[in-house]
């Protein structure tokens, strides 16, 4: 992830009240939050679903099968 290009808005008194952020760090930055929400969407799953395999013992299981 590149460095936020942001700049600030102050009040009269210098006191800072807002971020502005350009076009680009703000798309990087809501799909570095889309990626956590995913993440822990897939956590909660495997949590509540015992049932679900791991992806690696998943791939494991296709190679032994010939499927990979």
């Known amino acids: 992830m590149h460095p936020l290009q942001k700049q600030y808005v102050t009040n009269e008194s210098g006191t800072k009240i807002a971020v502005q952020l350009d076009i680009r760090s703000f798309q990087q930055l809501e799909g570095y939050i ?7 969407d897939l956590e909660l799953a495997m949590k509540g679903s015992p049932d679900l395999t791991n992806w690696d013992d998943f791939v494991k299981e296709l190679r032994k099968e010939g499927k990979l």
């Open 34 to 40: 889309e990626l956590l929400e995913d993440r822990i």
